[in-house]
């Protein structure tokens, strides 16, 4: 077999034990805390979660430069907590969802919110505002046992050592193993996805030079900085 071209190498995520994830597909999971909801002039609906997906490649890992992405004036961080899912399975039951879980590490959904709004006010996919080059960082994945059952513990963020965002766990809307049954029922999920669970109230803009710092209880901090724009 001759390929017209070599592929890209496969996302590989560092975990805490010094090994890698292989990154599949990324899920995100859109108005699960209530009061981000309202800032973004939306209603949280507990009845169906809200998801869209990105690219693996959009992955980077921590201490990374992540550069200011072209087409936007407005590139806002979104704090979140991160499930990497390791065992495979469609139609998981709820009680048993959290046995498909590897870790969990902290991350950030990044944004190009003025076109993400565009999209929005004409009702269109929001893949131009979300599904952007570097826009995943994700932090170490630590073992599940590193939260137990992901439903408490604080979530921050700071840009330049301002806070800017804070949140619990215990605040998401869907939880982690409804989030797994949700998606379950709608893919199959396999070893390599990640779900970002959503953030809390709080997100905001950043600038070039830029330091974003994300923490999840339980878990190694994420920090990112914003470089220059994209060329």
Same mark, same amino acid.
């Given at each position: 077999m001759t390929l017209l071209f070599d592929p890209q190498p496969p996302v590989l995520a560092p975990t805490s034990d010094g090994r890698f994830f292989p990154v599949r597909r990324i899920f995100c999971i859109g108005r699960n805390y209530e009061e981000h909801a309202r800032e973004m002039g939306d209603k949280a609906d507990p009845e169906a979660p809200f998801f869209f997906t990105k690219w693996a490649e959009t992955v980077v890992g921590d201490g990374a430069t992540? /550069? !200011?992405?072209?087409? =936007?004036? $407005?590139?806002? !961080? +979104?704090?979140?907590?991160?499930? /990497?899912?390791?065992?495979?399975?469609? $139609?998981?039951?709820?009680?048993?969802?959290? %046995?498909?879980?590897?870790? !969990?590490?902290?991350?950030?959904?990044? =944004?190009? *919110?003025?076109?993400?709004? +565009? /999209?929005?006010?004409?009702?269109?996919?929001? %893949?131009?505002?979300? $599904?952007?080059?570097? #826009? #995943?960082?994700?932090?170490?994945?630590?073992?599940? #046992?590193?939260?137990?059952?992901? =439903?408490?513990?604080?979530?921050? @963020? =700071?840009? $330049?050592?301002?806070?800017?965002? *804070?949140? %619990? @766990? #215990?605040?998401m809307i869907t939880p982690v193993d409804r989030l797994i049954a949700f998606l379950s029922g709608l893919y199959r999920l396999e070893a390599g996805d990640l779900i970002y669970t959503g953030t809390p109230a709080g997100v905001g803009a950043v600038v070039p030079g830029d330091v974003i710092v994300v923490a999840v209880q339980g878990l190694t901090s994420l920090t990112i900085t914003v470089g220059q724009h994209d060329q």
């Amino acid at each position: 077999m001759t390929l017209l071209f070599d592929p890209q190498p496969p996302v590989l995520a560092p975990t805490s034990d010094g090994r890698f994830f292989p990154v599949r597909r990324i899920f995100c999971i859109g108005r699960n805390y209530e009061e981000h909801a309202r800032e973004m002039g939306d209603k949280a609906d507990p009845e169906a979660p809200f998801f869209f997906t990105k690219w693996a490649e959009t992955v980077v890992g921590d201490g990374a430069t992540i /550069a !200011y992405p072209q087409g =936007t004036s $407005n590139f806002h !961080y +979104e704090a979140e907590l991160v499930v /990497a899912i390791h065992r495979p399975g469609r $139609n998981i039951p709820r009680e048993r969802a959290l %046995d498909h879980v590897w870790g !969990y590490a902290a991350g950030l959904d990044m =944004t190009r *919110r003025d076109l993400q709004s +565009e /999209a929005r006010a004409k009702q269109r996919p929001w %893949d131009a505002g979300k $599904n952007v080059e570097q #826009s #995943s960082p994700l932090g170490l994945i630590h073992p599940a #046992s590193a939260l137990g059952d992901a =439903t408490k513990g604080a979530l921050t @963020l =700071t840009v $330049n050592g301002v806070e800017r965002q *804070r949140g %619990d @766990l #215990s605040q998401m809307i869907t939880p982690v193993d409804r989030l797994i049954a949700f998606l379950s029922g709608l893919y199959r999920l396999e070893a390599g996805d990640l779900i970002y669970t959503g953030t809390p109230a709080g997100v905001g803009a950043v600038v070039p030079g830029d330091v974003i710092v994300v923490a999840v209880q339980g878990l190694t901090s994420l920090t990112i900085t914003v470089g220059q724009h994209d060329q």
